[in-house]
């Protein structure tokens, strides 16, 4: 079997509210091979942005417990204290997308800096050679040398996430996490971002963590799916699998909610609401809105079930 | 999310508050504040504060000089030295200790004999800063002549004076009669010579009457006070059937109260309780009055837009580099600043503040969310959106703020003050401080006198920034922590 | 098109946005809503589809005059409401009402929700409080927030997205409009949740006879919520016809990237790039001469950058406009 190059072992975040604890990411597994790529799907407030977060090390700072392993390239980059993972992984081999980041570009600082700062905070460059590497970076994703100059109200919403790929991109990094990269872009102009990814990708094998709700938009990119629910990754799949027939009833009934527009199907939807994190359900943490649901769910937290190559699905059905 | 306050109600901001350790100190302090101003209104009325205040010398005229407060004392214990307190003696108080006093008509005459004996213990490290003997006396044609004697712990004893009270109430400042001090004076040097030495810093009337009698008494500045029974004696001769004498001794002490008193022997204990209601309620007043005005105006500019808004904004960056102080000073020379005219003009310098600013940009931004649309929509009129959909917005990001400047004016009122400026009847902080700083306190060592007001000031300005501060997190939770 | 009582009438609808650089500058004007003409039958749910910045929420605002026309006539139950001043409005302000997109930013947030679906009928001064607490309950039961009770105590931040959008469309159906103009009214909600929520904004649509107008940038939704489409963009009307025809053989070029933009779950996807056009909708101050989707179509003639193309009647309803279609 081909060596994995990341590899995410019993993953936990969890949070200190004054309501409680929040686990947000709870005991999460998953690999990634180079150039490859894993969508996270789930609903908002899944631990999706956690998910990313926790492997990337940008904690917020009420972090309660953060534990597991994470293993890069074989190297168990848990153990690097704050200091050394700065400088030696993030943004250097893991880089990521932010949810919103397009619409959290500095309005005052030139469209270019803010691409060539990675270059300048975590590779200590000179501004004049980070900012060359800035113009390569633009092109790559499509966007005109010249636009370095630009402001972020001079461009488009296309452009502007552009620019945070590309911000992504600067330090030629193994890994970016792409979090809900399309969210707030036009059909037509997503399209083209999810091209451009692809090219990039191919171009220079990359490995992508494409975090989104859109299980439709998923299929763009993904080889691998895991579905998320409330801190939990219920199932893993192949993309060939899952999405011709996902095994989760919650995966089932997310992918009977999505419309179709080439295809006329009757449209379902997951009755009440997303559990809560600090006090998730006993048992199976879908059992409440489970429409399979028996005795044992409601008792006994599933185990991860391995269906054979790499398919794991949590879930008592399969058990 | 936008402002969160509302949505949490007032216990819930309270909890949240409470939650936050500055905003838990800062309620705990202002709950204290704001119990003692009440006790303080209840305890010493307005009329009586201001009486007390504004009374001439008379009414103080049992206290001390520039005593230090009492908390001194107990601090000056901890280090060994006791410092004194006021004695007083009276024979119209037949009750009390040490007092002696017998009238006795001399037979065949109409004359009658006076004795009286004020005896008492004095047990302390320093010496009392001044002594007076008050005389209310009855006679008809002539005056009762007095004979004023003092007795050392050991017996010696010094004849001060003759004394000859002109008026029915007559006084005798012992620390400053002339003849007094000469007395002394000359008993000192001959006690001195019969020790071998010779004065050199002569003693003042207190310290003359106190000293202990060796070579220490040579200088003012070694002399000891001697511990013991001291007795004040007053011989007479009063003329007439009817005539009495009644005397009043006051050996005034070097502490007093809890605060301590002033040059003008007031009880600075009133100062600093009157002064807390002021100034939180000059502070409140003033933040809330120009907040609310400012809300108001703001709002009219921000939501109405056009020329109104265009008046108002251009208003308000006159306002912003206007000078203020000159301002101030000015109405000064034309009025009689109490403090409500220094409220009204810091309220009239300061609607069109900065605050309007932020708070515009606020309700051009609300203007815009969508449930105001909204209710446009379903057919709310302006008037409504405004009061009912805007305000209420506006109000919990602005509250912050609102609390948060109390300190400011509270500060402006004692800094007008300390420039004299302030109003001059009212017991405030600033004036206390103004005093303090008029008469040399700092020079002369009087810390008290000016870190007191400065400790209140400074205790009401923390609880209000602390709660001010705290609320901004609650009220924006982008700058929460979590 | 002529069976059922015409309720709305939009004529060459245009809606100008004036915009001043400096003081002193010669105004410019952003064309939000460029010449829409439309008719809505009574009952019928129509989509209006385009992407960000079309001009749809403009379009969809100035019909319920929360922007004054800049041109165009709006005809609402044979009456002309397009210049109507505001006290006069008030009738049509009960008759229509908006959904809006973000749920969070709709409600006001410091009113518990009982008043806040009471206000329309405060401001319409309907009923005594009895019977407009009565009414409350009522809509609240019918976007299935129950036990009412519970519901109406409530404040906004004690609920979900999606509840909070079922409140806002209790509040309003509450006066209850015959015209409603949803701006996507789920495209902030959880895609679980998206469905559940048009299913039941289209089954009330249905069983109370609304007129609707759905506005929407997810085609993928339109053809579960409604019978007709119109496709936008650049501020004007590019095709429009009955939904499933359109999705199965759009004419317009820009309808096609539209639906070749949007992936339907398959794991192919990855292998292949999309074939759309580049490019981004244009600036609305300076649209492009002629053809307003010349600079990004793929099929572009000579004739498309000069002259705006025709509106062609499509074989069973609807039109495109479009040069390619132009009958010689
Ligand atoms: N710093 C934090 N402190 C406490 N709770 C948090 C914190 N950050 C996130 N959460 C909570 O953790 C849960 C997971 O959040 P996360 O942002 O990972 O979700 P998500 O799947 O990315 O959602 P979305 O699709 O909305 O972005 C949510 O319930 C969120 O409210
Ligand atoms: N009040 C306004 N003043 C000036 N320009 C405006 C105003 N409102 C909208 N516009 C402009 O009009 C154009 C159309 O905007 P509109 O909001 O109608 O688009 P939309 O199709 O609803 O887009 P979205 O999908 O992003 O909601 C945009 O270019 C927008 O910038
Ligand atoms: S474990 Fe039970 S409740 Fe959970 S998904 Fe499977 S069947 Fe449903
Ligand atoms: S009119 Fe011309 S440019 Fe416009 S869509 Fe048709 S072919 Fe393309
Ligand atoms: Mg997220
Ligand atoms: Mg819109």
Redesign the interface.
């Known amino acids: 079997m081909e060596q994995s190059l990341l590899d995410v072992r019993n993953l936990h975040l969890y949070y200190a509210t004054r309501k409680g604890v929040v686990k947000a990411v709870d005991d999460i597994s998953l690999s990634l091979k180079r150039g490859e790529t894993v969508a996270v799907v789930g609903e908002s407030g899944c631990g999706k942005t956690s998910t990313a977060r926790a492997i990337i090390r940008l904690l917020p700072r009420n972090v309660h417990l953060y534990r597991g392993s994470i293993i890069l390239d074989g190297k168990n980059i848990m153990e690097l204290d704050d200091e050394r993972f700065r400088k030696d992984v993030r943004w250097k081999k893991i880089s990521m997308v932010f949810q919103g980041a397009m619409n959290s570009l500095n309005p005052i600082l030139k469209a270019g800096y803010q691409v060539a700062e990675p270059l300048m905070i975590h590779e200590n460059m000179s501004k004049v050679e980070a900012l060359k590497r800035a113009g390569e970076a633009l092109r790559m994703v499509g966007i005109h040398e010249s636009f370095i100059d630009r402001y972020p109200f001079e461009l488009s919403g296309g452009m502007k996430q552009r620019v945070v790929i590309a911000m992504a991109l600067i330090t030629r990094p193994q890994i970016i996490i792409l979090d809900e990269p399309t969210s707030a872009l036009d059909v037509i102009t997503q399209a083209n971002i999810m091209n451009l990814l692809k090219k990039l990708k191919n171009e220079l094998e990359l490995s992508y963590i494409f975090i989104t709700h859109d299980i439709a938009l998923s299929s763009e990119l993904a080889d691998k799916v895991a579905v998320m629910y409330a801190g939990e990754i219920v199932e893993m799949a192949d993309a060939e699998t899952f999405y011709v027939k996902p095994s989760h009833p919650y995966a089932e009934k997310l992918m009977a909610s999505v419309p179709t527009l080439r295809t006329d199907k009757q449209l379902d939807f997951i009755p009440g609401a997303p559990p809560s994190l600090i006090y998730p359900p006993p048992g199976c943490r879908f059992h409440p809105r489970c429409p399979y649901a028996f005795d044992k769910c409601m008792k006994e937290r599933p185990t991860a079930v391995d269906l054979g190559s790499g398919h794991y699905v949590k879930c008592w059905l399969y058990a | 999310m936008g402002a969160e306050g509302m949505e949490l109600g007032f216990k819930g901001v309270l909890k949240e508050l409470l939650a936050y350790k500055s905003g838990a100190l800062g309620v705990v302090i202002l709950v204290f504040l704001v119990a003692l101003s009440i006790y303080t209104v209840v305890a010493i009325p307005y009329d009586k504060a201001i009486k007390l205040w504004r009374g001439e010398e008379e009414v103080w005229i049992e206290n001390p000089r520039n005593a230090q407060p009492i908390w001194v004392k107990y601090w000056e214990y901890l280090r060994g030295r006791n410092l004194p307190e006021t004695i007083k003696r009276d024979t119209s108080d037949s009750k009390q200790y040490g007092v002696y006093k017998s009238l006795r008509a001399i037979p065949g005459t109409n004359l009658k004999r006076l004795y009286i004996e004020f005896s008492f213990k004095y047990e302390y490290d320093d010496f009392p800063s001044e002594i007076n003997i008050f005389f209310s006396s009855k006679f008809n044609e002539s005056a009762p002549i007095l004979r004023i004697a003092w007795e050392k712990p050991g017996g010696n004893k010094i004849e001060l004076l003759d004394f000859i009270p002109r008026d029915k109430y007559d006084r005798l400042y012992l620390s400053i009669e002339h003849d007094v001090l000469k007395v002394l004076r000359s008993y000192v040097e001959e006690k001195l010579y019969a020790l071998g030495k010779n004065p050199e810093v002569p003693l003042s009337v207190e310290k003359a009457l106190f000293a202990v009698e060796d070579e220490s008494m040579s200088s003012s500045l070694t002399v000891k006070p001697l511990k013991g029974t001291y007795k004040l004696i007053i011989e007479g001769l009063l003329f007439g059937k009817d005539s009495d004498v009644d005397a009043r001794l006051i050996i005034y002490g070097k502490v007093y109260g809890m605060c301590g008193t002033d040059h003008l022997r007031r009880d600075l204990t009133i100062a600093m309780l009157w002064g807390l209601p002021i100034a939180l309620s000059f502070g409140l007043i003033a933040s809330l009055t120009i907040t609310f005005l400012q809300l108001i105006i703001a709002t009219i500019s921000g939501y109405y837009g056009g020329w109104i808004d265009a008046l108002i904004q251009r208003l308000t960056e006159l306002y912003m580099i206007l000078p203020f102080l000159p301002f101030l000073i000015m109405i000064a020379a034309f009025y009689k600043l109490d403090i409500w005219v220094i409220l009204a003009a810091i309220i009239i310098l300061n609607i069109f503040g900065g605050g309007i600013k932020s708070t515009r940009a606020l309700v051009m931004q609300i203007k815009e969310y969508p449930y105001i649309e909204a209710a446009r929509a379903y057919g709310a009129s302006s008037k409504r959106i405004v009061l009912l959909y805007i305000i209420p917005k506006i109000l919990p990001p602005v509250i912050p703020g609102l609390i948060g400047a109390v300190p400011g004016y509270v500060f402006l009122e004692a800094a007008l003050s300390l420039l004299g400026l302030g109003d001059p009847f009212l017991p405030t902080w600033g004036k206390v401080i103004n005093d303090s700083y008029r008469w040399g306190a700092l020079y002369k060592g009087y810390y008290y006198w000016v870190l007191q007001p400065s400790f209140m000031l400074i205790l009401t300005a923390f609880a209000f920034a602390f709660i001010g501060f705290a609320l901004d997190k609650i009220v924006n939770p982008k700058l929460r922590e979590i | 098109m002529s069976e059922g009582e015409m309720i709305l009438t939009v004529e060459d609808l245009r809606k100008f946005f004036e915009l001043r650089k400096g003081l002193f500058s010669k105004p410019v004007y952003v064309k939000a809503v460029d010449g829409v003409t439309f008719t809505l039958k009574k009952g019928e749910s129509i989509s209006l589809v385009g ?2 910045g079309s001009g749809k929420t403009t379009l969809g ?1 100035t019909i ?1 005059r ?1 922007y004054e026309p800049t041109k165009g006539k709006i005809i609402f139950k044979d009456k002309d409401v397009t210049h109507l001043s505001s006290e006069s ?2 009738w049509y ?2 008759e ?3 959904i ?3 749920p ?7 009113l518990p929700i009982r008043r806040i679906i009471e ?2 009928l405060i ?2 001064k309907i009923g005594d409080k009895s019977e407009r607490l009565k009414r409350v309950y009522d809509a609240l039961s019918a976007v299935r927030l129950t036990p009412v009770e519970d519901f109406a105590s409530k ?3 004690m609920l ?3 509840q909070l959008q079922r409140v ?1 469309i209790a ?1 309003a159906l509450v ?1 209850e409009p015959e015209l409603v103009i949803a701006d996507e009214p789920v495209s902030m909600l ?7 929520t048009l ?1 039941l904004l289209r089954n009330l649509q249905e069983t109370r006879k609304i007129s609707f107008i759905y506005i929407t ?5 339109t ?2 919520f409604s019978e007709r489409l119109f496709i936008m963009y650049a501020g004007k009307i590019l095709e429009s016809g009955n939904i499933r025809d359109v ?1 199965m053989k759009p004419l317009h070029p820009y309808t096609q ?11 192919e ?2 292998k292949v ?2 074939d ?3 490019g ?2 244009p600036n609305l101050i300076h649209p492009p001469s002629g053809c307003r989707f010349h600079p990004r179509c793929p099929y572009v003639m000579d004739i498309c950058r000069v002259e705006e193309p025709p509106i062609v009647e499509r074989e069973k309803e609807g039109f495109v406009a479009c040069w390619l279609h132009a009958k010689h």
């Open positions: 992407e960000s605002k319920l929360l409005l008030m302000r009960r229509t009402s908006l809006q997109q973000d969070y930013g709709a409600l006001p947030s410091f206000e329309p401001i319409h404040y906004p931040h979900s997205g999606g806002a509040r006066l959880d895609a679980s949740v998206r469905i559940e299913t940038h997810d085609l993928a939704t053809k579960y999705i990237a539209l639906i070749k933009a949007i992936p339907d779950p398959d794991p996807n990855r790039l999309r759309v056009p580049p981004e909708p």
